[in-house]
């Protein structure tokens, strides 16, 4: 079950997970120790009432055949509020180990109180984190949205007048497990809908995840059960190592999570720094490349970069001067017409800036290859490389475009700037020259959203 507190790069590094991810496990941390917004406690209060008004009558009015040990009940309860604690984090939140014991529960205990009893669990699991204050209490109807899940198989297996489980009815045990999905999804859906607008595409994209591991998990519960019922019902507690597994490979999948997290943090507080550090040597050359990054990043989000290649355009937009550090300053400064000589060195700064970052190494060393390509034309007439068309990197095109837009629109010691509108018409003339033809029309409607909203 899910937890409800809740160009494209050629290789990845082990070091570079996804950014897109980190960012949301990031928000889902945030949102699960945050109060709830007037709007999502009533999703919940919702939603989980609905669960109380399908889980009560059921257990009232559903006469059981099973008889009920206390101290199974006791176990069980403790064992899945055990297993609730064990969150796996993915990015649309945490994946938690309970199949293992939800499976043997639908088979121990009578089925009609099953999705109380799941609920009453997953309420002690989460008793430490109201306790310490670690969440807040208000929290609780996200709880009962979480036990959705166990009425659909418990609905199933009263169907089949709560047989004992075979291998042999594996049909059954199927339409158990797609019920508990459908239950689960619907119950999300709704709740993702009425708290956060979220379409029920994407929330079956986040929970896609989960479900996958409630189904991996699944038989192993129901080996588990058919252990508990042929002997022993403590016997079911022999799944309760895979738990303990689980639960290391989840502190390692947190540490790894912080360590991006950190890991990003330094290489944007040297980005930064260096960025500081050109704006000090040059005003101009530092205030543009700032200036020249928001673009980038719209023109990025229009073309539908992913977050790799967003992170890299914004370190990419951030740094692509870096390089002029290494260029004599009176060079860069100069107010009038460079001799070719003089163009020759400023040229050599793609060069500088991606040896400057190589040697940073990680993240900023593979942005140094883009750095270095921020002066190619589409045409193959730019420089260092001649690079043409699409062997240029995609965000490297995008900073070269933003990059001359911003300088022809910005007073130079030269030249007065140009109106945008000339500017505009100046990129439209280059394009398919200088210019990549999609990143210019790119450009050209961020521009003109950018106009309709100021107007």
């Given at each position: 079950?899910?937890?409800?507190?809740?160009?494209?790069?050629?290789?990845?590094?082990?070091?570079?997970?996804?950014?897109?991810?980190?960012?949301?496990?990031?928000?889902?941390?945030?949102?699960?120790?945050?109060a709830l917004?007037?709007?999502?406690?009533?999703?919940?209060?919702?939603?989980?009432?609905a669960?109380l008004?399908?889980?009560?009558?059921?257990?009232?009015?559903?006469?059981?055949?099973?008889?009920?040990?206390?101290?199974?009940?006791?176990?069980?309860?403790?064992?899945?509020?055990?297993?609730?604690?064990?969150?796996?984090e993915?990015?649309?939140?945490?994946?938690?180990?309970t199949?293992?014991?939800?499976?043997?529960?639908?088979?121990?205990?009578?089925?009609?109180?099953?999705?109380?009893?799941?609920?009453?669990?997953i309420?002690?699991?989460?008793l430490?984190?109201?306790?310490?204050?670690?969440?807040?209490?208000?929290?609780?109807g996200l709880?009962?949205?979480?036990?959705?899940?166990?009425?659909?198989?418990?609905?199933?297996?009263?169907?089949?007048?709560?047989?004992?489980?075979?291998?042999?009815?594996?049909?059954?045990?199927?339409?158990?497990?797609a019920?508990?999905?459908?239950?689960?999804?619907?119950a999300?859906?709704?709740y993702?809908?009425?708290?956060?607008?979220?379409?029920?595409?994407?929330?079956?994209?986040?929970?896609?995840?989960?479900?996958?591991v409630?189904a991996?998990?699944?038989?192993?519960?129901?080996l588990?059960?058919?252990?508990?019922?042929?002997?022993?019902?403590?016997?079911?507690?022999?799944?309760?190592?895979?738990?303990?597994?689980?639960?290391?490979?989840?502190?390692?999948?947190?540490?790894?999570?912080?360590?991006?997290?950190?890991?990003?943090?330094?290489?944007?507080?040297?980005?930064?720094?260096?960025?500081?550090?050109?704006?000090?040597?040059?005003?101009?050359?530092g205030?543009?490349?700032?200036?020249?990054?928001?673009?980038?990043?719209?023109?990025?989000?229009e073309?539908?970069?992913?977050?790799?290649?967003?992170?890299?355009?914004?370190?990419a937009?951030?740094?692509?001067?870096?390089?002029?550090?290494?260029?004599?300053?009176?060079?860069?400064?100069?107010?009038?017409?460079?001799?070719?000589?003089?163009?020759?060195?400023?040229?050599?700064?793609?060069?500088?800036?991606?040896?400057?970052?190589?040697?940073?190494g990680?993240?900023?060393?593979?942005?140094?290859t883009?750095?270095r390509?921020?002066?190619?034309?589409?045409?193959?007439?730019g420089?260092?490389d001649?690079l043409?068309?699409?062997s240029?990197?995609?965000?490297?095109?995008?900073?070269?475009?933003c990059?001359?837009?911003?300088?022809?629109?910005?007073?130079?010691?030269?030249?007065?700037?140009?109106?945008?509108?000339d500017?505009?018409?100046?990129?439209?003339?280059?394009a398919?020259?200088?210019?990549?033809?999609?990143?210019?029309?790119?450009?050209?409607?961020?521009?003109?959203?950018?106009?309709?909203?100021?107007?």
């Amino acid at each position: 079950m899910i937890d409800l507190r809740l160009p494209v790069r050629p290789r990845a590094r082990p070091d570079d997970p996804d950014p897109e991810a980190v960012r949301l496990v990031q928000e889902t941390r945030e949102r699960v120790v945050g109060a709830l917004t007037p709007r999502d406690r009533r999703a919940s209060l919702l939603v989980g009432g609905a669960f109380l008004a399908v889980a009560v009558p059921f257990a009232v009015l559903y006469d059981s055949s099973r008889p009920l040990s206390i101290g199974v009940l006791v176990a069980l309860v403790a064992a899945y509020a055990v297993a609730f604690r064990v969150e796996f984090e993915i990015a649309a939140g945490s994946v938690v180990a309970t199949e293992l014991v939800l499976v043997p529960m639908l088979f121990l205990l009578p089925v009609d109180i099953v999705p109380l009893v799941v609920a009453a669990a997953i309420l002690i699991a989460r008793l430490p984190d109201y306790a310490l204050r670690r969440a807040p209490v208000q929290r609780v109807g996200l709880d009962l949205v979480s036990s959705w899940h166990a009425i659909g198989p418990a609905l199933v297996l009263a169907l089949a007048s709560e047989q004992g489980p075979k291998l042999a009815d594996w049909d059954l045990y199927l339409a158990a497990l797609a019920a508990q999905f459908a239950f689960d999804l619907a119950a999300g859906t709704v709740y993702q809908q009425l708290a956060y607008g979220l379409s029920p595409r994407a929330e079956l994209k986040f929970v896609a995840v989960g479900f996958g591991v409630d189904a991996a998990l699944a038989p192993i519960g129901l080996l588990g059960a058919i252990v508990a019922t042929q002997g022993s019902p403590y016997s079911f507690l022999l799944v309760m190592p895979l738990v303990g597994l689980l639960a290391a490979f989840a502190q390692q999948r947190r540490s790894a999570i912080d360590g991006a997290v950190a890991l990003g943090e330094a290489y944007r507080g040297t980005a930064e720094m260096l960025a500081d550090e050109i704006e000090w040597d040059d005003a101009y050359t530092g205030a543009h490349s700032r200036e020249v990054v928001e673009l980038v990043l719209d023109v990025a989000d229009e073309l539908g970069v992913d977050a790799r290649g967003r992170r890299d355009a914004e370190f990419a937009a951030l740094l692509h001067d870096v390089g002029k550090r290494r260029v004599p300053r009176e060079v860069i400064t100069k107010p009038s017409a460079l001799t070719p000589g003089e163009r020759a060195l400023i040229e050599t700064h793609t060069v500088e800036g991606e040896k400057m970052l190589s040697r940073i190494g990680g993240l900023l060393g593979d942005v140094g290859t883009i750095v270095r390509s921020c002066h190619e034309r589409w045409d193959g007439h730019g420089y260092p490389d001649g690079l043409a068309g699409e062997s240029i990197p995609l965000v490297a095109r995008i900073v070269s475009c933003c990059d001359a837009y911003n300088a022809m629109t910005t007073d130079r010691p030269y030249r007065n700037a140009l109106h945008p509108g000339d500017a505009v018409m100046e990129l439209e003339l280059n394009a398919g020259s200088q210019f990549d033809p999609t990143v210019v029309a790119a450009l050209v409607r961020v521009l003109e959203r950018e106009s309709a909203l100021v107007a």
